[in-house]
């Protein structure tokens, strides 16, 4: 087998990004959260998914792999690649002006998260709560294979306002894309 590449790809990414989510919410929660009207504090993501699906605990946060461009033109030793993420949210309500405000609050509290964590987080190994990471820890990235070069926050997106099955509510779904550009032996 050829090792030359090394590369992991987004797969280490997603789980240090929830690490991260998991870990700076509650910072972030709490500096938005002083700006709202009393009783109208933003509740921590109550579940972490990597893919779209039924949600069963709101609100919840939905990172997606979304995709993998590799630089054609890069040093033949490395891949230079930009992975591009989605991160919905999926909150709920009964007044669709309240909703409006929580998801631009939201977006607020997760773009301070992903812009305000220092890229050397990405290689340490981080508590996470997720199914797929059974032991509860990261490996991190390994800084000897993987070089991540920036993470930029490229849109916002404050969703769509549903109405939820039967008389459930509304529910809304505000998106953050961002890219993370990265060199990888």
Known sequence: ????????????????????????QQAALEIVNAARPAGRALKPFAAF??????????????????????????????????????????????????????????LHVV??????????????????DHRTVPEGETAGLEASVSKILDLRIVRHDLGVLVTRARGAGLARGPQIEFVIELEER
């Open 1 to 24: 087998m050829n090792t030359r590449y090394q590369a992991g790809f987004a797969k280490p990414l997603v789980n240090q990004i929830i690490a991260i989510l998991q870990r700076d």
């Open 49 to 106: 998914y990597k893919e779209a699906g039924t949600v069963q605990n709101w609100p919840a946060l939905v990172l997606v792999a979304q995709e993998t461009a590799f630089d054609a033109v890069s040093d033949p030793d490395l891949r230079t690649e930009t992975l591009r993420f989605i991160c919905a949210m999926a909150i709920t309500g009964t007044d669709p002006e309240w909703l409006a405000e929580d998801a631009l609050d939201y």
């Open 111 to 128: 773009d301070m998260v992903l812009t305000s964590a220092p890229l050397g987080d990405f290689y340490l190994p981080l508590a996470i």
